[in-house]
């Protein structure tokens, strides 16, 4: 290890340390770059080792002196997930934040994962729910407890868990999929902080969303879909409706820097931009889906997720 390389540890040992999925672009990297400014170390969890040494650049040219490195996680691997959280594990450092970020957003054609899950609901929701789990140990020895943010969306809303059709065989619909996924992040988040109550751990748990973050979202087929599914019409009226009810990826982040650092956030908390319709606006408590206050699905969904992951308890 070089002199550079140590030093950089050596401050990740010191500082607060926070983690954060799919931090190499996007509404990840200006979360990435929130927490740095709030003075805190931070790994990108990312898929590609060359957008992380670029987002890394990236975000040192922003926040000088700051300390920050990409490692390679691939949630639709759960072999990856083990082999980040072993390297975690190895390190022996307190998570203090672990935001919950990365994401797939409605491919065209139905995926899987490298375990045989649908892509969206594999890497959306089981892949962080391992991941989760792994670092649980270290989230524990953060001395104020470590935060776990669950990243969801106003996708939610649309959203339904059909348990007999889990990874979307019988019927595969891009965004109603996405849709599920994200219901799935925000009923983790609240199963979590249940069992966390009930358990006792040093634990924070809480959940947000970004709103209408612009974060090239129209500019593809995927973000034209979402238009679609969100009932916007026309690709002109798409980008003019994005444009004037949403917000950058920054303005997008901060529910997510909220949730995970303003002492007035709660556990078992859900964030999101406050102004009507929750697509825009500073942070505020968001509304909740009437199907993720549904213990009884959480439980279940808990249980699936863990018998698909591996997990036990």
């Known amino acids: ?81 083990r082999a980040f959280a072993h390297k975690m594990l190895e390190r022996g450092t307190a998570i203090d934040i672990l935001i919950c970020n990365a994401g797939v957003m409605a491919p065209l054609q139905r995926q899987e994962t490298e375990d045989g899950a649908e892509l969206q609901f594999g890497v959306n929701h089981l892949g962080h729910f391992a991941l989760v789990h792994a670092l649980k140990p270290l989230l524990c020895a953060a001395e104020q407890g470590g935060v776990v943010v669950s990243v969801a969306s106003l996708a939610a809303w649309r959203g339904r868990i059909r348990f007999d059709d889990l990874r979307a065989t019988a ?26 109550r009930e358990s006792g751990d040093n ?8 709103g209408w973050a612009r974060t090239q979202i129209v500019n593809n087929g995927p973000g034209k879909g979402l238009a679609a599914f969100l009932r916007i019409p026309g690709e002109l009226g798409q980008k003019l409706v994005f444009r004037l009810y ?68």
């Open 1 to 81: 290890m070089c002199q550079q390389e140590a030093a950089s540890h050596k401050a990740l040992k010191k500082a607060s340390l926070a983690v954060v999925t799919g931090g190499s672009g996007g509404l990840g990297f200006a979360t990435a770059c929130g927490l740095l400014k709030a003075g805190h170390s931070v790994i990108l969890a990312v898929r590609s080792s060359e957008k992380g040494a670029a987002a890394c650049e990236a975000l040192r040219a922003q926040v000088p002196g700051c300390v920050v490195e990409a490692l390679s996680l691939d949630l639709a691997s759960l072999r990856s997930v």
């Open 246 to 313: 949403g917000q950058s990826a920054e303005q997008g982040a901060a529910p997510l820097l909220y949730a995970a650092l303003s002492p007035e956030a709660v556990d078992g908390g859900y964030y999101g931009p406050g102004a009507p319709g929750e697509r825009r606006g500073s942070p505020a408590l968001a509304a909740i889906p009437p199907q993720a206050r549904d213990e009884k699905v959480a439980r279940h969904l808990w249980e699936v997720s863990e018998r698909l992951t591996g997990i036990c308890g």
């Open 203 to 210: 634990i924070h748990v809480r959940a947000a969303h970004p």
């Open 171 to 196: 019927r595969y619909s891009p965004f109603s999929v996405y849709a599920a996924s994200k219901l799935a992040n925000l009923m983790f988040a609240f199963e979590f902080a249940r069992r966390v």
